[in-house]
């Protein structure tokens, strides 16, 4: 399966089994011969995938070399960048060059941001090998790393060159990480497809992964298309964020992985909704259920007040106000402008 983004620079998003071995060939109709690749990925994924990845290239006449950093959340941060250009320096790339962001979320935006800043902008590859990421983070040209202060909150919007998502490469994932993931994929079905959301629901996904992956893929292409640089539209893949990032940053990056405190988000608003009259009674309880299917929590132990303190540095505010991502119903979500104070009153029902 294949699909094209057309932004502000066009790309192949393609989904198979086996794909990743593809890499040489898909780079030989991108780049010049000879051009170099640095491989970053992460000490759980390269030990796996590098060395396919690495032969592939070779055997297309692109000379590859590795980056590995420590796997975690915790290393999405400057002092890992700042290895990164170390790195692209020392093995002489240029602008004619590229780099393959080989792993999940972190490692995809971490090496897109290096990618987007290294001698101002260089091409860079997503081979995503998390299910997170292959259905979101690798899409869409978002990269970034954290600060003490909150996830995500210096980056750039730089688009891929291509994409190979393999889900064979989740076969290797530990069940925590596909439920991870999984997290977003309930986000896709709650905005944009009810009949995505009951598919994940009701049906087995493990029998029906690729065409998961494949719609979860065509929404976020036509969101990005009409909103590459997040103004408008394009908050709506934040459903369940602005608490999700508060929780993520309160546990240090560490107790919660990025889809549980999604999870948690998408509950904590559906039940907002509810209270305020927006969103159909039930809703919240719906979305329990589909993620308690795979896992996932739906509750946290976190004082609403600290919450609500950790969403001040959230990247959809605009002064004195939020854009908030609110449910009429699954599978019909919006974006809302509200002043903080409103946001905070809303929570009074949790």
């Known amino acids: 399966?294949?699909?094209?983004?057309?932004?502000?620079?066009?790309?192949?998003?393609?989904?198979?089994?086996?794909?990743?071995d593809q890499i040489?060939?898909?780079?030989?109709?991108?780049?010049?011969?000879?051009?170099?690749?640095?491989?970053?990925?992460?000490?759980?994924?390269?030990?796996?995938?590098a060395e396919r990845?690495?032969?592939?290239?070779?055997?297309?006449?692109?000379?590859?070399?590795?980056?590995?950093?420590?796997?975690g959340e915790e290393s999405k941060r400057f002092s890992s960048i700042e290895k990164m250009y170390a790195a692209l320096a020392e093995n002489g790339l240029t602008r004619t060059d590229f780099i393959v962001a080989l792993g999940g979320g972190v490692t995809g935006d971490m090496a897109g941001f290096a990618a987007a800043t290294y001698l101002r902008g260089i091409s860079f590859i997503q081979i995503p090998t998390s299910l997170l990421a292959q259905i979101d983070s690798s899409v869409g040209g978002k990269t970034a790393v954290d600060l003490p202060q909150g996830k995500n909150l210096v980056g750039a919007f730089?688009?891929?060159?291509?994409?190979?998502?393999?889900?064979?490469?989740?076969?290797?994932?530990?069940?925590?990480?596909?439920?991870?993931?999984?997290?977003?994929a309930i986000k896709y079905g709650c905005i944009k497809s009810r009949a995505l959301f009951d598919l994940i629901?009701?049906?087995?996904?493990?029998?029906?992964?690729?065409?998961?992956?494949?719609?979860?893929?065509?929404?976020?292409?036509?969101?990005?298309?009409?909103?590459?640089?997040?103004t408008g539209e394009r908050m709506i893949l934040n459903f369940g964020h602005t608490f999700g990032h508060a929780l993520e940053k309160l546990y240090g990056f560490g107790k919660l992985s990025h889809g549980e405190a999604v999870g948690i988000g998408m509950v904590m608003m559906a039940k907002c909704g509810?209270?305020?009259?927006?969103?159909?009674?039930?809703?919240?309880?719906?979305i329990i259920a589909a993620l308690k299917k795979y896992h996932l929590p739906v509750t946290d132990d976190m004082a609403m007040e600290k919450i609500l303190a950790a969403t001040a540095l959230d990247k959809k505010r605009s002064g004195g106000m939020i854009s908030v991502i609110m449910l009429k119903e699954i599978?019909?979500?919006?974006?809302?402008?509200?002043?903080?104070?409103?946001?905070?009153?809303?929570?009074?029902?949790?």
């Open 24 to 49: 040489g060939t898909r780079a030989a109709g991108l780049f010049k011969p000879g051009s170099k690749a640095l491989i970053i990925s992460d000490t759980n994924v390269a030990p796996i995938y």
């Open 158 to 184: 730089h688009q891929p060159s291509l994409v190979l998502i393999d889900p064979e490469t989740l076969s290797t994932l530990p069940p925590r990480y596909f439920s991870d993931g999984m997290g977003e």
């Open 201 to 230: 629901d009701k049906e087995d996904i493990h029998q029906n992964l690729e065409d998961m992956i494949y719609r979860c893929v065509d929404i976020k292409r036509e969101i990005v298309e009409h909103d590459e640089f997040d």
């Open 331 to 350: 599978g019909d979500g919006f974006v809302d402008q509200i002043y903080r104070d409103r946001f905070a009153e809303l929570t009074g029902v949790l």
């Open 274 to 286: 509810e209270g305020a009259g927006i969103t159909k009674s039930g809703t919240a309880d719906k």
């Open 1 to 20: 399966m294949e699909l094209t983004v057309n932004t502000s620079k066009s790309y192949q998003i393609i989904i198979e089994r086996g794909c990743i």
């Open 53 to 71: 990845v690495s032969a592939s290239l070779h055997q297309a006449g692109f000379p590859a070399s590795p980056f590995v950093f420590p796997a």
